[in-house]
């Protein structure tokens, strides 16, 4: 089973540039997720999605973050324009839809993008 | 207030000694879930262990043991007989039941485990 794939691996822009990320989830998982992951940190989740639809984006910067999962599949996350504290590991990570009640829903995540704001 | 506390930014430990590493948490939901992730420098995120509150044991996975004490509001993740690919970034990550559809973990900043031979 394939994991969950992000691209690119690495990138690196300066202050002001715009910059999108891009997540496959493993097949068949209705809910991603994105977390930034400052260096030195935890993740923080950015946005959760559950199939085309946002369920949580309380934590998203949203004057200059931005994402979307038109299809219930792939998902991109975009910042524009970016701010030297936005250097950090994005990730994505996805679930099976969770049954009312359960609290084990285990995410996958993928390997991230590193992205340096100059 | 922070949700998830890990006390210990860094630990060295000798090989094939066991390791507990440190979780506190807080929150007023009944309902909830305790997580462990391993993160290698290679940056991907490993499930290591899942424990809900109303589960009555410890869970346990292979080497891998939650220490669960729920009115301390404590989880801590016991590693037995450390072997030297252990070492890694441990998070300790929460789940509230109480937010309907939003499930996304809140993280810990994380342990730093080296494993000396």
């Known amino acids: 089973e394939a994991g969950v794939a992000q691209s690119p691996r690495y990138k690196i822009i300066e202050k002001r540039q715009s910059v999108a990320f891009w997540c496959n989830p493993i097949s068949g998982h209705a809910t991603l997720y994105w977390y930034q992951q400052i260096l030195g940190q935890g993740p923080k989740l950015l946005i959760q999605?559950?199939?085309?639809?946002?369920?949580?984006d309380s934590q998203l910067p949203k004057d200059r973050f931005s994402a979307e999962r038109l299809k219930g599949v792939d998902s991109t996350l975009k910042i524009q324009p970016a701010k030297l504290e936005d250097s950090a590991v994005y990730l994505c990570?996805?679930?099976?839809?969770?049954?009312?009640?359960?609290?084990?829903?285990?995410?996958?995540f993928g390997p991230g993008t590193r992205l340096t704001v100059l | 207030a922070q949700k998830i506390t890990q006390t210990q930014p860094g630990m060295f430990v000798q090989e094939k000694e066991a390791v507990t590493l440190d979780c506190t948490y807080d929150?007023?939901?009944?309902?909830?879930?305790l997580f462990w992730y391993k993160q290698p420098s290679s940056g991907e995120m490993i499930f290591l262990i899942y424990q809900g509150s109303y589960d009555q044991q410890n869970a346990t996975e292979g080497r891998y043991s939650l220490n669960f004490q729920k009115a301390r509001k404590s989880a801590n993740l016991v590693i037995s007989a450390s072997q030297l690919g252990d070492s890694a970034m441990y998070f300790c990550?929460?789940?509230?039941?109480?937010?309907?559809?939003?499930?996304?973990?809140?993280f810990g900043k994380g342990t730093h485990l080296i494993i000396q031979p």
């Open positions: 929150t007023s939901d009944p309902s909830y879930g």
């Open positions: 990570a996805s679930s099976l839809y969770r049954l009312a009640g359960g609290l084990y829903n285990e995410q996958f």
């Open positions: 990550a929460m789940r509230e039941g109480g937010r309907g559809g939003a499930d996304g973990l809140t």
């Open positions: 999605f559950q199939n085309n639809g946002v369920v949580d």
